[in-house]
């Protein structure tokens, strides 16, 4: 590090020999060309003409070619590319209300056939309620009707019943008569005891 | 032949190519005028080539393009607004043609066109003339209000005319004294360094061992040029801007 320091010591006033120049136009440059006349390159007036002639030719000419050529070329890709990003992003958000339309659509149409499948529901049920109903109706009529006629059945058989009583009633009581006393009641006589037993 | 390695100085030096004199001047096409063409033709032809497929996805080059395109454009737009836009074609050309040359420069053996003041100056002087021309042309006398701040008490205005009359004059020094300077000396250093790394390797071995750090200095140096070239680029395009809103708008 020490050996270091001090060689950049050593070297360095023989580069700065070289760089005082740079400032004094006066001073004699070291190991300058004889053409430079010994003064600081960047400072030589005698080369002042030259680079001016060239630097408005060469500059003017990159100037016409960037102004004719590359910047209507840039500015053309990145306008392309703008528009053709606006471009995209309208697409995309009429796309996106294409389907969000859809969507509504269909949970509309969700909700209509919902309402329709309920509707149905109801109908089916109260025509199946309504056709019990009926059946009930008519199975009850026919029972009653099928007890109507069994009670007037019964009631037909029980008067003919109560009428053929009487009868096997004089019968039996002429009979238990002539067995008990041996001689023959009157039938008119026997039907009116009968009769007001019977009542 | 040893002194020439070392001389900081010996890479500015301008050599004639083809002598060429006309009424006494000598318009020699040199190794300056060399590398503007190069510059030049560096710049253009990245430019060109790197749009050339015009994608809509750009390649990496193609967008390093673009990016200088955009960068530019919106440096210029906030520093002089949408009226600005009309001088995009000058600010562009200088800021690509500062940079190449700044970057082409950093090559060893190339020579620095940036480095000497008078092309420097003529850039400058490129750049006041617009603002001053068109100063004029648009505002007329109107311009010179560019000189008279709102504002200012009536007895400080000569005093503040005076100094805004000043600052404008030294524009043209300072735009081109800025670049030329930088460069300048980045370049100077960057061979002093180098300079030592020659001259105590030929020490022996301890001189082969101490010029490792002057070496790890060149290495940093080397970025730093880098980042300068691109800064001054972008200082010299930036002032520029600047001046220009100046040219557009004069009443402050």
Redesign the interface.
């Known amino acids: 590090m020490f050996v270091t320091s001090a060689f950049a010591q050593e070297s360095a006033p023989a580069v700065e020999g070289g760089h005082t120049g740079t400032e004094g136009d006066t001073h004699s440059g070291t190991g300058v060309p004889a053409e430079a006349h010994g003064v600081f390159p960047p400072f030589d007036p005698a080369t002042f003409p030259s680079q001016l002639l060239w630097l408005a030719i060469t500059f003017g000419l990159f100037y016409l070619f960037l102004k004719k050529v590359v910047m209507p070329r840039v500015g053309g890709i990145i306008d392309v590319r703008n528009d053709r990003i606006t471009q995209d992003l309208d697409h995309a958000a009429r796309l996106k209300g294409e389907a969000d339309a859809a969507v509504a659509a269909y949970e509309q149409e969700l909700a209509e056939a919902k309402t329709k499948a309920n509707a149905i529901g109801q109908q089916a049920n109260d025509a199946a309620k309504a056709e019990a109903e009926a059946a009930r109706k008519k199975v009850e009529a026919a029972l009653d009707q099928k007890l109507g006629e069994a009670e007037a059945r019964i009631s037909t058989i029980k008067a003919n019943a109560m009428k053929e009583v009487g009868t096997i009633a004089e019968d039996t009581a002429s009979a238990i008569v002539e067995a008990l006393v041996g001689g023959k009641a009157s039938k008119a006589e026997i039907a009116a005891a009968v009769k007001s037993v019977a009542r | 032949m040893a002194?020439?390695k070392?001389?900081?100085?010996?890479q500015?030096?301008?050599?004639?190519l083809i002598p060429?004199e006309i009424g006494g001047?000598?318009?020699?096409?040199?190794n300056?005028?060399l590398f503007?063409?190069a510059?030049?033709a560096v710049?253009?032809a990245f430019?060109?080539l790197s749009?050339s497929s015009?994608?809509?996805v750009?390649s990496r080059l193609?967008s390093i393009?673009?990016m200088a395109?955009?960068f530019v454009g919106n440096m210029l737009r906030d520093a002089a607004g949408t009226q600005g836009m009309k001088f995009?074609?000058?600010v562009?050309?200088l800021f690509?043609?500062v940079l190449v040359a700044n970057l082409l420069g950093l090559f060893p053996y190339f020579f620095t066109v940036t480095?000497?003041?008078?092309?420097t100056f003529?850039?400058a002087a490129?750049v006041i003339g617009t603002v001053v021309v068109y100063g004029f042309m648009k505002h007329g006398l109107g311009f010179l209000k560019l000189f008279v701040p709102h504002g200012v008490p009536v007895y400080l205005l000569p005093l503040v005319v005076l100094i805004e009359v000043i600052s404008f004059v030294s524009r043209p020094v300072s735009l081109s004294v800025r670049l030329?300077a930088n460069m300048?000396a980045g370049h100077?250093t960057l061979k002093?360094f180098s300079?030592?790394v020659v001259?105590?390797s030929a020490?022996g071995t301890?001189?082969i061992?101490?010029s490792v750090?002057?070496l790890a200095m060149a290495v940093a140096l080397t970025a730093l040029e880098l980042l300068v070239a691109f800064l001054q680029a972008y200082v010299f395009a930036v002032l520029t801007c600047m001046y220009l809103n100046d040219a557009l708008h004069p009443g402050h």
Do not use: C, W
């Not at chain 2, 500015?12 to 004639?16: R, S």
């Open positions: 002194a020439d070392v001389d900081p100085i010996h500015f030096h301008i050599n004639k060429i001047y000598d318009l020699s096409f040199t300056s005028a503007m063409v510059t030049v710049a253009s430019l060109y749009t015009r994608s809509l750009p193609q393009s673009e395109y955009e995009f074609p000058l562009f050309s690509m043609f480095s000497h003041i008078i092309v003529g850039l490129l030329f300048l100077i002093v300079g030592f001259s105590l020490l301890l001189g061992a101490g750090l002057p």
